[in-house]
């Protein structure tokens, strides 16, 4: 018996599901010996506020907040989602969380082992967790996305794609959505016009 389609929820990690840059300003003021309240929090992509050429490199940053202070597995979830990939979950839709943290080499195993971790310690549900940069790559029927430059290379290789905002996108078109709440409502929304259209070919292919 042929398997059922699934309606797949491509769902992007740090600064969605995860408060990457609340989680990250404390390790940069530390790895900058600056007052924490020097690093401003609405910072933009590549985060050229925090001036982190003053002590090397973001890449170098990335891999002390990582190896030295645990930084995948001390983010705060973002409020809400958790429970309302849950309850997305629930309704049968297929959570593939698509994250690109293992874009520096050498302590793959470390940023794999805090993710996983993490994600099973807040009860965050997934079937299929992908470590890509080209999220397109792995393929879903909708997408939820922070980072601007991604967002905008989905929607232009025509994948659907909501904007979860932060300071970093306040520019990116929408939709979008300033919640979890209103992140769930729009997902529903596509869920129900997937689920017409796949009717309406299982009616046409009788």
Known sequence: ???QPQFVL???LDGVVADFYAGLRPVAAEWLGSPVESLTSNVTYGLPEWNLERAGSYDDLHRFAVTQRNLFGELEPI?????TLRRLSARNIRIRIITHRLYIKYFHEEAVRQTTQWLERHGVPYWDLCFMKDKAAVG???YIEDSPMNVEQLRADGHPT????NSTNANVAPPRADTWDEAEKL?????EEWMK???EKEISGR
């Open 187 to 191: 997902v529903l929304h596509a869920l």
């Open 1 to 3: 018996m042929p398997q």
């Open 79 to 83: 409020d809400g989602a958790a429970a």
């Open 162 to 165: 909501i904007v979860f905002s």
């Open 140 to 142: 879903a029927d909708l």
């Open 197 to 199: 259209k796949h009717s």
């Open 10 to 12: 491509g769902v992007d």
